[in-house]
């Protein structure tokens, strides 16, 4: 992966590029070769230039690839594990190796085109300099913390003596990407020169930094930094260990020990600082947090191979510019599809496209896009009232409201007009697609595409076969809805589909959990704190109380019984309860603000009294009619592995990331375990939390979910 | 890309087109420039016909005034739409401009250079350039030559304060020095064309715009533009037309040009006005291959140039009886025909000439008058007088209008005729089958 050379002027370059991959990725053997090739030219030994005995001026470290520098090490070296101390040892060999490039006898340039993640970054921090292209890829960050880890090759410990406290931890403690300006501004990179220019640049400062030039002016830091960085420091740290914990609940262990070990080894001598990290890195190496992080991670990296050659699309037909249909325009439109979108009347189509405008002024101000580019883009913007341009478009995402008979005339409306090899995906959330193509002509290019609101911002689409559903359809869409940005589950024709049919026990339990007392907003504090992002009941205000109504009305024929199903969505909407879009719900609303509980939705129930329920009974419930469901779903080949369903869940509804998703955590109780859990809710609360069979048959027979834990 | 040139044996088809509406200048369009507009009827002329990006050669676009950072509308609307392959240009000929893109386009197909040409034209007089006095960028380049304060000083001494006003583009005759108003004047006072008749025919082409408007004949061909800053809103409708316009109140406003003994008033004078139009132009047999079913053909056209004095915009007298002829065909043959209306009395001026015969012996070399224009055919939709005229975006109006009324009536011949400044005239003859 790794080459040198010696150009005419005596400068090494050292060029990383991987020979059969996409992406430079440091493997255990990289690390090995880096060794090697750097106590080499250390020791002004053989440089891989045969007869080249002094050593060069400078060296450059520069990628092959196009569009990446370094996207990280191999991460499933870390899940294999078992104790504190494999994580340590890493973390040590990490360091040292990096540090051979500080430690060379000649400046160092990292010259950085494309993605520069993890441990690419880290190697970049133990150059002299570093210079990053303005190529549109470019991006420096550490994302070790998405994985329940630090960067424990130092960058943990030194990323703040780089860039400053404040920066350093907002860049470790979120994980998010540092782009070219913002790199510049915070002193994370020296210069940003044009990429094809990347190379004479680093050559000219390697020469620059070898003649003894300063050329890396050290900016003096505002003074707000400079406050933070010193006499402010320990209000930084509580400042980031509240945001922390109220982001977190504090179940994410990574954060935290982000935080520790910055403010334990920052300020002391460098190696002291990389032991504390380094120990750091191996406690969060065994935490169970990072091992189900590092399985949603590979779960949800979806390059599942398709079933067909997929169609590339160049231009998408969206039907509808209410929320659903403009949040795909928009993320179409991000990703340089050209959209054809259709309403009734331009008026709606004003309020799509305005809301497209903002959505890319919204990039602009960050300054992932210039205006210029987003001016580009939305040229592809096509607002039409009739079906015109529909006979040329790659596929159709008809995005209407959720009524069978409304989807349906659409779909013979769309079958007049558009190709015979179109696509037609209609997006639904319940809505059986065996049933909405019925009576088509080409029943085998319709399929589902269950999108969640807000597009922009939701990761997943679950994609519905029916049984007429043919390979090419299948393959387009979810080629589609990867282009798209989002992670893809398959699922099968079933009502509710798969997210929808996890979250209806759910839903019910959270009904009967109000009928047996619990306060409103105690019943949510208890689930965000179980690590969910909100609580059922703000949930379904968010959704709308009419639309998990009717969600609950297609899932009561199928497995109402089973649930013992109440009819709580449909009082509440007859109620006038919509949720927050009309200003009615489980709380009050102001002004499209969230206020207390509305005390009044207790006189809906049966029991309006109410009273504690502790936290474990409402975790224990809640989840477990949402496992025990899971259980059926997969006998059922609802989904077509447990990990599309934790990754369902997960990025779906928010069920939390670092228990892996139902099926991991399920693995991690234990089946007999939950089997008995389920047992005694079944005999304390109702026969609904009967264990599902082929759970109970799962746990009998020793299996796992997910084999080899 | 390259083609080998194969002329084509068939006419010249126009496939498609497409307009926005038209905005009074400094209203609804006013933060959307020449090039912007041209975008957005581009891109719905694709869609709505259904066009393969392949199978677009060359985009060729007009404009008038063009701004510098606009300096090639032609080839930045391709960029923009992501057909990087398309060869695009820009030409400037005054109004004809709109209209010297259709038979550009024309050109390149019979000449075996293209199958499929884009041609279009749009207008931001809301955009147009700003200049500076010349005294004025003589010195400030000095001030930044100079070394010294001292040279600095002395650069700007020669300016004077009034050359910081900015100049906005004059609409004169460069080599008489008059506006088009009052070229126009001097025409209405040699042809005796009082101000009642130029009211009437101007309350005509508004009953006539606004009829066609409330039957739906123009509506289809009009392509929405979402507005800035917020773009949530889309302007659907020309905001020009006057439905409720009288004689009365057009004989109220006072005359612009010539203040004291004028006859032109705001109202019988076409505005200043944000617009663009496109048409896709093909040869016919290719249409037909890409299963288009086109909107007409063209039969013949002419373009004309006459001395600017005394009758500068009297281009279209000469222009009609030449297209004719070359189209083989009589005035009478003709079932409509769209005469630009850059002044009511520049139309009514035209229609005399061409009735006339001593028009037709002395400046033709014409035994006979070219014809009377039955009214019943004339801008039946209404003209530019209640459209306005982005100048480029005209050509394109008048082409599109023209075929599609040609179809609504079930009628094979048409015409329309453009005047210029610069004392130029074209007109053009369309048939539908």
Not at chain 1, 537 to 548: M, R
């Amino acid at each position: 992966m790794i080459s040198y050379q010696v150009d005419d002027r005596n400068i090494g370059v050292l060029t990383l590029d991987h020979p059969h991959k996409p992406l430079n990725i440091l493997s255990a053997a990289s690390f090995e070769e880096l060794e090697r090739l750097l106590t080499g030219l250390a020791l002004g030994g053989p440089t891989g230039s045969p007869g080249q005995d002094r050593p060069p001026v400078g060296l450059i470290i520069i990628s092959g690839k196009a569009d990446n520098f370094i996207v990280g090490a191999d991460i499933k070296v870390f899940a294999g594990f078992r104790t504190a101390a494999d994580g340590v040892q890493a973390s040590r060999q990490g360091q040292r190796i990096f540090g051979l490039f500080a430690a060379l006898p000649f400046p160092t340039v990292a010259a950085i085109n494309g993605t520069c993640l993890g441990g690419g970054l880290e190697l970049a921090l133990n150059c002299t300099s570093r210079l990053i292209s303005d190529h549109p890829k470019t991006a420096l960050g550490f994302p070790e913390v998405k994985l329940g880890l630090l960067p424990g090759a130092s960058g943990c410990t030194l990323l703040p003596r780089l860039v400053g406290l404040q920066a350093a931890l907002d860049m470790m403690l979120t994980g998010k990407n540092v782009y070219p300006y913002k790199a510049l501004k915070i002193g994370l990179a020296d210069e940003i020169v044009s990429a094809p220019a990347l190379l004479g640049a680093a050559k000219e400062r390697v020469l620059q930094l070898s003649a003894g030039r300063v050329v890396i002016a050290k900016r003096r830091k505002p003074l707000v930094a400079r406050l933070l960085d010193g006499p402010l420091k320990p209000v930084v740290y509580r400042v980031a260990r509240k945001q922390v914990l109220k982001q977190t609940g504090g179940r994410y262990p990574a954060p935290l020990e982000i935080l520790k070990v910055v403010r334990r080894s920052l300020g002391r001598r460098l190696p002291a600082a990389l032991e504390l990290e380094a120990e750091g890195f191996g406690r969060l190496s065994a935490t169970a947090q990072h091992k189900a992080l590092t399985h949603v991670f590979f779960a949800g990296s979806g390059k599942g191979k398709l079933p067909a050659e997929p169609v590339a699309v160049s231009r998408l037909g969206v039907l509808g510019a209410g929320l659903m249909g403009t949040g795909i325009a928009t993320v179409a439109l991000d990703k340089g599809i050209t959209v054809r979108h259709k309403d009734i009347d331009y008026q709606a189509l004003g309020r799509a496209r305005g809301h497209i405008q903002k959505y890319f002024q919204g990039r602009v101000k960050k300054r992932i896009l210039a205006s210029r580019e987003t001016g580009l883009t939305l040229t592809h913007y096509s607002p039409t009232t009739d079906y015109s341009g529909f006979g040329r478009v790659e596929v159709v995402i008809e995005a209407a409201f959720e009524d069978l008979e409304l989807k349906r005339h659409l779909i013979a409306e769309l079958e007049a007009v558009v190709a015979p090899e179109t696509v037609i995906a209609t997006n639904t959330s319940s809505l059986p697609i065996a049933q909405v193509a019925a009576g088509a002509q080409h029943p085998e290019r319709i399929i589902g595409m269950h999108f969640f609101s807000p597009v922009e911002k939701m990761p997943l689409v679950e994609v519905i076969t029916s049984k007429a559903t043919n390979a090419l359809t299948l393959a387009t869409t979810v080629k589609l809805g990867r282009r798209l940005g989002k992670t893809v589950i398959v699922a099968q024709d079933s009502p509710g589909f798969y997210i929808n049919r996890i979250l209806t026990p759910y839903l019910n339990e959270t009904f009967k959990l109000l009928e047996d007392g619990i306060p409103v907003d105690l019943l949510d504090r208890h689930v965000r704190r179980m690590g969910l992002p909100v609580g059922p009941c703000t949930l379904l205000d968010e959704v709308g109380l009419d639309v998990a109504g009717r969600v609950a009305g297609v899932m009561a024929p199928f497995i109402g019984r089973r649930l013992e199903m109440t009819d709580h969505n449909q009082r509440f909407t007859e109620d006038g309860r919509l949720g927050r879009k009309n200003g009615h719900g489980f709380y009050t609303y102001s002004q499209g603000k969230k206020g207390p509980v509305d005390a009044a939705v207790y006189q809906l129930l049966d029991h309006p009294q109410r009273r504690t329920i502790p936290y474990e009974q409402v975790r224990d419930r809640l989840l477990g009619a949402l496992y025990n469901e899971a259980a059926y779903c997969l006998d059922e080949g609802l989904i077509d592995s447990a990990s599309a369903g934790d990754v369902g869940a997960i990025y779906g509804f928010g069920f939390p990331p670092f228990l892996g998703g139902p099926y991991w955590a399920m693995d991690q109780l234990g089946l007999p375990a939950l089997v008995e859990q389920l047992s005694r809710l079944a005999q304390e609360h109702g026969s609904r939390f009967t264990p599902a069979p082929p759970l109970v048959k799962r746990a009998a027979a020793g299996e796992w979910y997910h084999p080899v834990n | 890309m390259e083609r080998s040139p194969t002329r084509p044996s068939g006419r010249i088809a126009i496939v498609g087109g497409v307009r926005t509406p038209f905005a009074k200048a400094f209203t609804d369009l006013t933060h959307l420039d020449a090039s912007d507009l041209a975008k957005v009827v581009t891109q719905e002329l694709i869609q709505r016909l259904e066009l393969p990006t392949d199978a677009i050669d060359e985009v060729i676009w007009g404009s008038v005034l063009p701004t510098m950072s606009n300096l090639n509308v032609g080839r930045e609307v391709p960029i923009a739409l992501g057909l990087t392959h398309v060869v695009g240009h820009t030409l400037g000929q005054q109004c004809a401009s709109g209209i010297r893109a259709v038979t550009a386009a024309a050109e390149r197909i019979m000449a075996g250079q293209a199958q499929a040409v884009i041609a279009g034209g749009s207008e931001s007089m809301s955009n147009t350039p700003v200049t500076y006095r010349q005294r004025l960028v003589l010195a400030l380049q000095a001030v930044q030559k100079a070394r010294s304060l001292g040279q600095r000083l002395s650069a700007l001494r020669r300016v004077r304060l009034g050359d910081f006003l900015p100049r906005p583009p004059a609409i004169e005759e460069p080599s008489t020095g008059l506006s088009m108003g009052q070229h126009t004047e001097l025409m209405a006072q040699i042809n005796g064309i009082s101000r009642g008749e130029q009211d009437e025919y101007t309350l005509l082409s508004h009953q006539n715009a606004a009829t066609a408007r409330a039957e739906g004949r123009v509506n289809g061909d009009l392509v929405p533009v979402s507005l800035p800053p917020r773009h949530n809103h889309f302007f659907e409708q020309d905001n020009l037309i006057r439905e409720e316009t009288t004689l009365e109140q057009l004989g109220k406003l006072r005359p612009v040009f010539d203040r004291r003994h004028g006859t032109l008033t705001a109202g019988n004078s076409s505005a200043l006005t944000d617009g663009a139009a496109v048409v896709l132009v093909m040869g016919e047999e290719r249409a037909r291959e890409l299963g288009y079913q086109a909107w007409g053909y063209i039969r013949a056209y002419a373009y004309v140039a006459i001395p600017p004095k005394p009758q500068l915009l009297l281009g279209p007298a000469y222009s009609t009886p030449l297209a004719l002829d070359r189209a083989g065909l009589q005035l009478g043959d003709l079932d409509l025909i769209e005469i630009h209306e850059a002044f009511a009395a520049q139309v009514l001026s035209v229609l005399q000439k061409l009735e006339s015969e001593q028009f037709a012996r002395e400046e033709l070399g014409r035994s006979a008058a070219v014809g009377r224009v039955d009214r019943d055919k004339l801008n039946v939709n209404g003209g530019s007088l209640a459209y306005g005229h982005p100048f480029a975006a005209t050509g394109g109006r008048l082409v599109i209008n023209l075929l599609q009324e040609l179809r609504r009536r079930d009628l094979q011949l048409g015409m329309l005729t453009i005047c210029t400044s610069n004392a130029m005239g074209v007109s053009m003859v369309l048939e539908r089958a």
